[in-house]
C-alpha cells in the first residue's frame, strides 16, 4: 500500500549465544536467540497499531529496530517509501529520529535526576541543532509542556523529576518526545507503570496529539484490553513472530489463533462474569519457551490445547482470514471461529504436605518466644 | 466443602465425622434457602441461613488447624476484625494520615479485596495487621485489630513473632525484591519453618519442597537462586513460603501486578485453589479492580484513608454506589463488553497530611454537593450487604441503616442467593439480583 508509514519485512533479530569467552573472541555462537524471528508489519499513516505479546515475545526488541537502537539480523525496514535498513551514522540516524520517536515505560528512569525537566525536553533540540537561540529554544519547550497538560509550563520547565508525579514524569517524557515533531512514535508500555486514573489520562493525551499532529502510533504493551480500547489494529506475538493481526475490534472478538483467544478469555474484567462465565477461561499452563529454544512447527503448539500432529512439524503462515485479519494456525479458516477451547481441565489433586510434627509450641518451646532476636518477620 | 475432599485435608489432617457430617447438613441447609422459589427472600431469612453455614465453615476450618488457638482466644470470635483503624505517619511537616478510620471483618475462608489507587493506603492497612510499619508510624488510640477477638494493637514486638507467619503472612509486591538474591530459595522457605515453629534443618527442607511443589514448582527447584526462577516461577515460590507456617490469613499485597497476564491467571487460579482447598482467608491488594472482580468474595474500595465502598464483589461491581467506585471501574477496559472511552478521574489524590474537609472525594467527584465539602460522610450499610460512605447514599435511603465500628463488626453480609461453588458458600457469591 502506498499510505504505508513504515513496513518491515522479513525482519529478523537473532541475538548470539556465546558458551564461553573463546567463543566471544573467535566470534563462534553457539545458537541464537531469536527475539524477532521473521515479522512482516506496516503501520499506515495516522494509525495506531498495538503490539501485544507476553514477556520475551519479540515485541520490544521490534521497537526499537524500529527506532535503530538495536541492528536487525536480516529483513528490512521501509519508512515512507525509503529503504532505512542500513541506515547508519549519525548524521543520517539524527535525520531519521527526527521522524521516529520512542517513549519508554518507566518514567522514573527515563528522566535523568540531575536533569531539570527543561533541559530534558530541550536537549533533542540541542542535538539537532533546532532552534538555535536561547529564546526560541525557550519557547519551543514551553509550547511542548504545554501540549502535554503541564500548565503552567513555565513553572514545570525549571523543576526537577523528583519534584514530579509518574504521571507527569511521563508527560514531560512524551513532551521530550514530540519535540522535534516526529511523524511515528513507538510507545513502549507508556502506562503500564502507571495508576489506573493518570493512565487514562496520558491514553487521551495520546490520541489528542494524533489528531493534532496526524502522528502514527506503534503500541507496545502486554494488556490486550489496553490494546483494544486505543488501537486501530492489533497484532499479536508469541516467540518472535505475529501470530495473529487485524483490526482491533475484530481480532478480540472473533480470533482466528488459540493464542489470541486465551489472551481474550484470560483478560480480566472489572465486570465479575456472570456465574459460570468464569469457567470459559482457557489459563495455558507453563510460560513463554525460551527464544533460544524455539519449539519446532509451530512455536505455540505445546501450550496449545488444540495442537494436533501436524503442528508438531510444520510451521504455520499467517494466512489472510478475510477483512483485514490474517492468523497463523493450522485450525484458522476464513469466516469460521475456532473449534471450542478446552476450558482449564480440572486440576490435578495438590499435593501433600507433611504436617509439622511439633503441636502447638509450648510457651517454653516456642522458639518465637524463646529468642526475640529478630529472625524474618 | 471442597477443601475437605475425601475427609483428609490436603494437609493430611483428618476431619472426624461428626464434624463432616454437621458440614454437609449445613451446605444442604444452604442449599435449600437458594433453591427456595422468590430467592429475593426477606434479607433476615437469607442472613440467618448465611449465619449458619459460615459459622459451619468456620469451625471446620478451625478443627483442621495443626496446633490450637492462641491461648486467648475466642474460638467463637471471628477471625480477623478491624474497629476504626487509624495509622498515621510522623513527618517534619505533620502527621500523614495514611489510614484514618477503616474497619472491616475477614472471616474464615473469605478472600477480602482492597482496591484503591496508590497512596490511599490500602498497603498501610495491611502492614498494620500484623505491625510491619516503618518507626514513625502510629496507630492512634482507639484502633483495634482482634485476630479471634485477641487485640494484636498492644501486643510487644515480641509477642506479635507469635501471630506472624503462623496466624497472618504476607506475600509481598515484586517478588524480586522480596526475595534474598543469594540464598537458595528453598533455604528461604525453610528459614521460617525453623524459626517459628522450631523444626530441625533436614525436616524444614523436606517441607520446603512440598510446599514448593503445592504451588506448583517441582521440588528439585528449591535449590536454585531467585534469579535464576523466571517472574511467575518466583511469585510461587513466595507463596509457598507464605504458607509455611500453616497460616490463616494470607494477605497479597499486589502479587501479580509485574507479570504477564497469563501468568497473572495462573497466580490467581493457585491463590483460589489455596484458599479453597486449604481454607485459607485471603487478603488481596490491588489497584486493577478486574482481578479482585474474579478472585475475592468481597471488596473494600478504599479513597484517601478512608472506606469509600465495601460489599460483595457482585454486589459492588454490578452496581457500583460509590462515584469514585464508579469512576474506578470506568477507567479500566472491559474486553468482554462493548468498546467504550474511559473514565478520567480528574485531579489527584488528596495530600494526606492535609486531607479536604468533609469527604475526602469531594474535590474530584462529578456529583459533589454543598453537604460534602463539610461534612464527613457516615458509612450507611444497605440490605444487600454493601457498606458507603457517600452522602448521596444516606441512612435511611432504600433502607440504609447508619452503622459504626462495632456494627461492621458484628456484621455478616447476607447470603444474597447461594450458588454452591463446590465450596464453602460464601456470603455475596450469588448472581447479582
Known amino acids: 500500500m502506498t499510505d504505508d508509514l513504515i513496513r518491515l519485512e522479513g525482519l529478523e533479530v537473532h541475538f548470539p549465544l556465546h558458551a564461553n569467552l573463546e567463543d566471544v573472541v573467535l566470534r563462534r555462537p553457539r545458537g541464537a536467540v531469536r527475539a524477532v524471528d521473521g515479522i512482516d508489519l506496516a503501520i499506515q499513516k495516522g494509525e495506531i497499531l498495538a503490539l501485544v505479546g507476553e514477556s520475551g515475545s519479540g515485541k520490544t526488541t521490534t521497537g526499537r529496530v524500529i527506532v535503530k537502537l538495536t541492528r536487525q539480523t536480516?529483513?528490512?525496514?521501509?519508512?515512507?517509501?525509503?529503504?532505512?535498513?542500513?541506515?547508519?551514522?549519525?548524521?543520517?540516524?539524527?535525520?531519521?529520529?527526527?521522524?521516529?520517536?520512542?517513549?519508554?515505560?518507566?518514567?522514573?528512569?527515563?528522566?535523568?535526576?540531575?536533569?531539570?525537566?527543561?533541559?530534558?525536553?530541550?536537549?533533542?533540540?540541542?542535538?539537532?541543532?533546532?532552534?538555535?537561540?536561547?529564546?526560541?529554544?525557550?519557547?519551543?519547550?514551553?509550547?511542548?509542556?504545554?501540549?502535554?497538560?503541564?500548565?503552567?509550563?513555565?513553572?514545570?520547565?525549571?523543576?526537577?523529576?523528583?519534584?514530579?508525579?509518574?504521571?507527569?514524569?511521563?508527560?514531560?517524557?512524551?513532551?521530550?518526545?514530540?519535540?522535534?515533531?516526529?511523524?511515528?512514535?513507538?510507545?513502549?508500555?507508556?502506562?503500564?507503570?502507571?495508576?489506573?486514573?493518570?493512565?487514562?489520562?496520558?491514553?487521551?493525551?495520546?490520541?489528542d496529539l494524533r489528531e493534532q499532529r496526524g502522528l502514527?502510533?506503534?503500541?507496545?504493551?502486554?494488556?490486550?484490553?489496553?490494546?483494544?480500547?486505543?488501537?486501530?489494529?492489533?497484532?499479536?506475538?508469541?516467540?518472535?513472530?505475529?501470530?495473529?493481526?487485524?483490526?482491533?475490534?475484530?481480532?478480540?472478538?472473533?480470533?482466528?489463533?488459540?493464542?489470541?483467544?486465551?489472551?481474550?478469555?484470560?483478560?480480566?474484567?472489572?465486570?465479575?462474569?456472570?456465574?459460570?462465565?468464569?469457567?470459559?477461561?482457557?489459563?495455558?499452563?507453563?510460560?513463554?519457551?525460551?527464544?533460544?529454544?524455539?519449539?519446532?512447527?509451530?512455536?505455540?503448539?505445546?501450550?496449545?490445547?488444540?495442537?494436533?500432529?501436524?503442528?508438531?512439524?510444520?510451521?504455520?503462515?499467517?494466512?489472510?482470514?478475510?477483512?483485514?485479519?490474517?492468523?497463523?494456525?493450522?485450525?484458522?479458516?476464513?469466516?469460521?471461529?475456532?473449534?471450542?477451547?478446552?476450558?482449564?481441565?480440572?486440576?490435578?489433586?495438590?499435593?501433600?504436605?507433611?504436617?509439622?510434627?511439633?503441636?502447638?509450641?509450648?510457651?517454653?518451646?516456642?522458639?518465637?518466644?524463646?529468642?526475640?532476636?529478630?529472625?524474618?518477620? | 466443602m471442597s477443601f475437605i475432599g475425601d475427609g483428609s485435608g490436603p494437609l493430611g489432617r483428618d476431619m472426624d465425622g461428626a464434624a463432616r457430617e454437621a458440614a454437609e447438613q449445613d451446605r444442604l441447609e444452604a442449599e435449600v434457602a437458594g433453591t427456595r422459589p422468590g430467592a429475593a427472600s426477606p434479607v433476615g431469612d437469607d442472613a440467618m441461613t448465611a449465619r449458619i453455614s459460615a459459622d459451619a465453615a468456620r469451625d471446620l476450618i478451625r478443627a483442621q488447624r495443626p496446633w490450637p488457638l492462641p491461648k486467648q482466644a475466642d474460638p467463637k470470635a471471628p477471625l480477623l476484625v478491624v474497629e476504626d483503624l487509624r495509622t498515621h505517619f510522623k513527618l517534619e511537616s505533620g502527621w500523614v494520615k495514611a489510614v484514618d478510620g477503616v474497619s472491616f471483618r475477614l472471616d474464615d475462608g473469605e478472600a477480602l479485596g482492597l482496591?484503591?489507587?496508590?497512596?490511599?493506603?490500602?498497603?498501610?492497612?495491611?502492614?498494620?495487621?500484623?505491625?510491619?510499619?516503618?518507626?514513625?508510624?502510629?496507630?492512634?488510640?482507639?484502633?483495634?485489630?482482634?485476630?479471634?477477638?485477641?487485640?494484636?494493637?498492644?501486643?510487644?514486638?515480641?509477642?506479635?513473632?507469635?501471630?506472624?507467619?503462623?496466624?497472618?503472612?504476607?506475600?509481598?509486591?515484586?517478588?524480586?525484591?522480596?526475595?534474598?538474591?543469594?540464598?537458595?530459595?528453598?533455604?528461604q522457605i525453610a528459614e521460617p519453618i525453623e524459626q517459628r515453629l522450631g523444626v530441625e534443618r533436614g525436616a524444614s527442607l523436606r517441607r520446603a519442597g512440598e510446599l514448593l511443589e503445592l504451588v506448583g514448582i517441582p521440588a528439585k527447584r528449591g535449590s536454585t537462586y531467585p534469579h535464576e526462577l523466571s517472574g511467575g516461577m518466583r511469585q510461587r515460590?513466595?507463596?509457598?513460603?507464605?504458607?509455611?507456617?500453616?497460616?490463616?490469613?494470607?494477605?497479597?499485597?499486589?502479587?501479580?501486578?509485574?507479570?504477564?497476564?497469563?501468568?497473572?491467571?495462573?497466580?490467581?487460579?493457585?491463590?483460589?485453589?489455596?484458599?479453597?482447598?486449604?481454607?485459607?482467608?485471603?487478603?488481596?491488594?490491588?489497584?486493577?479492580?478486574?482481578?479482585?472482580?474474579?478472585?475475592c468474595d468481597r471488596v473494600l474500595v478504599m479513597y484517601a484513608g478512608k472506606v469509600a465502598e465495601e460489599g460483595p464483589v457482585r454486589r459492588v461491581y454490578s452496581a457500583p454506589r460509590h462515584p469514585y467506585t464508579q469512576k474506578l471501574m470506568g477507567a479500566f477496559p472491559n474486553i468482554h463488553a462493548d468498546r467504550r472511552a474511559l473514565e478520567v478521574i480528574p485531579g489527584q489524590p488528596p495530600d494526606l497530611k492535609d486531607p479536604p474537609p468533609g469527604c475526602r472525594f469531594h474535590p474530584r467527584c462529578p456529583a459533589v454537593m454543598e453537604v460534602c465539602k463539610v461534612e464527613v460522610p457516615p458509612e450507611v450499610r444497605f440490605p444487600d450487604g454493601v457498606r458507603v460512605a457517600c452522602h448521596l447514599h444516606p441512612a435511611g435511603k432504600d433502607g440504609g441503616v447508619q452503622v459504626d465500628a462495632a456494627d461492621v463488626a458484628d456484621y455478616r453480609a447476607p447470603l444474597v442467593a447461594p450458588v454452591p461453588l463446590g465450596g464453602i458458600d460464601r456470603a455475596g457469591e450469588g448472581p447479582a439480583a
Not at chain 1, 269 to 275: F, Q
Not at chain 1, 356 to 364: C, G, I, L, M, Q
Not at chain 2, 132 to 152: E, T, Y
Not at chain 2, 242 to 249: F, S
Request: one cysteine or more; proline letters at 9%; hydrophobic letters at 40%.
Open chain 2, 237 to 295: 515460590a513466595m507463596i509457598a513460603m507464605a504458607l509455611a507456617c500453616d497460616p490463616a490469613i494470607v494477605i497479597g499485597d499486589e502479587p501479580t501486578t509485574a507479570l504477564d497476564v497469563m501468568i497473572q491467571a495462573q497466580i490467581l487460579e493457585l491463590l483460589e485453589r489455596l484458599r479453597r482447598e486449604l481454607g485459607l482467608s485471603l487478603i488481596l491488594i490491588t489497584h486493577d479492580l478486574s482481578v479482585t472482580a474474579e478472585t
Open chain 2, 115 to 187: 482496591v484503591g489507587e496508590s497512596g490511599c493506603g490500602k498497603t498501610t492497612t495491611a502492614l498494620s495487621l500484623v505491625k510491619l510499619l516503618p518507626g514513625n508510624a502510629r496507630i492512634r488510640k482507639g484502633s483495634q485489630v482482634k485476630l479471634f477477638d485477641i487485640d494484636l494493637v498492644p501486643k510487644s514486638e515480641a509477642a506479635m513473632r507469635r501471630y506472624r507467619w503462623r496466624e497472618i503472612s504476607m506475600v509481598f509486591q515484586g517478588a524480586m525484591n522480596a526475595l534474598n538474591p543469594v540464598r537458595r530459595v528453598s533455604e
Open chain 1, 74 to 207: 536480516a529483513g528490512s525496514i521501509v519508512f515512507d517509501g525509503q529503504d532505512v535498513s542500513d541506515l547508519w551514522g549519525q548524521r543520517r540516524l539524527r535525520e531519521y529520529r527526527k521522524r521516529v520517536q520512542i517513549i519508554f515505560q518507566d518514567p522514573y528512569e527515563t528522566l535523568n535526576p540531575k536533569q531539570t525537566i527543561n533541559d530534558f525536553v530541550a536537549e533533542p533540540l540541542q542535538v539537532n541543532g533546532i532552534a538555535r537561540s536561547l529564546a526560541e529554544r525557550e519557547q519551543r519547550v514551553l509550547e511542548a509542556l504545554e501540549s502535554v497538560g503541564l500548565r503552567p509550563a513555565r513553572e514545570f520547565a525549571f523543576r526537577y523529576p523528583h519534584e514530579l508525579s509518574g504521571g507527569q514524569r511521563q508527560r514531560v517524557v512524551i513532551a521530550g518526545a514530540m519535540i522535534l515533531e516526529p511523524e511515528l512514535v513507538v510507545a513502549d508500555e507508556p502506562v503500564s507503570m502507571l495508576d489506573v486514573s493518570i493512565r487514562t489520562e496520558l491514553l487521551r493525551l495520546m490520541l
Open chain 1, 216 to 377: 502514527t502510533y506503534l503500541f507496545i504493551t502486554h494488556d490486550l484490553s489496553l490494546a483494544w480500547v486505543l488501537a486501530d489494529r492489533i497484532a499479536v506475538m508469541y516467540l518472535g513472530k505475529i501470530v495473529e493481526i487485524g483490526p482491533a475490534d475484530q481480532v478480540i472478538r472473533s480470533p482466528h489463533h488459540p493464542y489470541t483467544q486465551a489472551l481474550v478469555s484470560v483478560s480480566p474484567t472489572p465486570e465479575p462474569p456472570a456465574p459460570g462465565l468464569g469457567a470459559q477461561r482457557t489459563i495455558l499452563e507453563g510460560e513463554t519457551p525460551d527464544a533460544a529454544r524455539i519449539p519446532s512447527g509451530c512455536r505455540f503448539h505445546p501450550r496449545c490445547p488444540l495442537a494436533f500432529d501436524r503442528c508438531r512439524s510444520e510451521e504455520p503462515p499467517l494466512v489472510d482470514m478475510g477483512r483485514g485479519q490474517s492468523a497463523a494456525c493450522w485450525l484458522a479458516e476464513p469466516g469460521r471461529p475456532l473449534p471450542t477451547m478446552p476450558t482449564t481441565a480440572a486440576p490435578a489433586p495438590l499435593p501433600e504436605v507433611t504436617p509439622v510434627a511439633t503441636p502447638e509450641p509450648s510457651a517454653k518451646a516456642d522458639p518465637t518466644d524463646a529468642d526475640p532476636a529478630a529472625p524474618p518477620a
